[in-house]
């Protein structure tokens, strides 16, 4: 089955800076999501992101397809933004057809 | 509008007891999913229905997991015997059509086995 790599797996960072969280995938997809999972175990969508670029407020994301990765922009980070970023994908053509998570980066912000 | 809810939030059982986890997908949802989260890791893919087909069970860990969606709305998935292993976060999450959609996740049900 299709392979899903996410890095860093843990960032601190202060108050107001900014990160980039990277996913790397084995193989082709037809759907790629982004998710935040907040202290109680919600799981946020962020983005759907199969190809392309979007942005919505301070999160952007983009997936590159052709290389087979995606990355996602937090800036101007707050300490609600803390918790653990989750890339999941669906591989395109064959395998299960439920989500494939990679394993997380868990982002803490600071005061 | 409402978004995908999932009841009980939380069980204890004894173990070898069986259980009944409920989901209710977004009105009009034809896809449902069921996932398993075990602690700090990431959520893993147990079965998919379209409408009341269950098309893939490929992720169930063994024939103790049975779930069911009769009329292709509320689903239930069922653990019988009930061992300390199964403790984990059931999610469950429901998209439009299929699973080249957005997925729509709900709070969970944490189940612990003692």
């Known amino acids: 089955g299709i392979q899903v790599e996410q890095s860093p797996p843990d960032l601190i960072l202060q108050e107001g800076a900014n990160s980039t969280l990277r996913c790397n995938f084995s193989d082709s997809v037809n759907n790629l999501q982004w998710f935040h999972q907040n202290p109680w175990g919600q799981l946020i969508n962020l983005f759907y992101i199969p190809s392309g670029t979007k942005q919505n407020g301070r999160l952007s994301a983009t997936t590159v397809a052709t290389e087979r990765y995606s990355l996602l922009y937090i800036s101007s980070s707050q300490t609600t933004d803390s918790g653990v970023y989750f890339c999941a994908v669906v591989e395109r053509g064959g395998g299960a057809d439920g989500l494939t998570f990679g394993k997380g980066t868990h982002l803490i912000i600071q005061p | 509008g409402a978004g995908v809810s999932q009841s009980p939030r939380y069980k204890v059982a004894k173990r070898g007891q069986d259980v009944a986890l409920r989901c209710d997908p977004i009105s009009g949802h034809v896809s449902l999913f069921w996932y398993q989260q075990a602690l700090g890791q990431g959520p893993e893919f147990l079965t998919y229905?379209?409408?009341?087909?269950?098309?893939?069970k490929s992720g169930l860990p063994s024939d103790r997991f049975f779930a069911e969606r009769p009329e292709g709305s509320v689903s239930t998935l069922k653990i019988q015997r009930t061992q300390q292993e199964d403790s984990a976060v059931y999610l469950c999450?429901?998209?439009?059509?299929?699973?080249?959609?957005?997925?729509?996740f709900g709070p969970g049900t944490r189940l612990l086995v003692l």
């Open positions: 999450a429901s998209s439009p059509t299929s699973s080249r959609e957005t997925q729509y």
């Open positions: 229905f379209q409408n009341e087909a269950q098309l893939d």
